[in-house]
């Protein structure tokens, strides 16, 4: 099993910055990839960034350019920055894990951009 805990959320004045933390525990061998996915109020989960065991990263076009995914492993924790926030980055935050088709999810970090 693997645990999740996201950190780093809040609400911050559009374009600014702010970084998210994803803490990895348990059975974290052989993740296949840690991703971001991100909810809006009254719209479907919506994948953010995904790195991959082999050093792959990949951006939704609407972060592309402005967040940036990346990974400590000796701590094990994956990193979103995100710069140039915009009202529409608004959201919930989720953390997840990928290993052998079964999928890892944190709890979630609120962000909040303010116009």
């Known amino acids: 099993q693997v645990q999740l805990v996201e950190s780093g959320g809040g609400l911050v004045q559009a374009g600014r910055s702010l970084r998210l933390s994803c803490v990895a525990s348990g059975s974290t061998l052989n993740l296949h990839s840690m991703s971001w996915y991100r909810q809006a109020p009254g719209k479907q989960r919506e994948w953010v960034a995904t790195?991959?065991?082999?050093?792959?990263?990949e951006y939704a076009d609407s972060v592309k350019g402005r967040f940036t995914i990346s990974e400590d492993n000796a701590k094990h924790t994956v990193y979103l920055q995100m710069s140039s926030l915009k009202p529409e980055d608004t959201a919930v935050y989720y953390c997840?894990?990928?290993?052998?088709?079964?999928?890892?999810w944190g709890q979630g970090a609120q962000v909040t951009v303010a116009s």
């Open positions: 997840n894990g990928a290993r052998g088709g079964f999928d890892f």
């Open positions: 790195i991959t065991d082999l050093g792959g990263i």
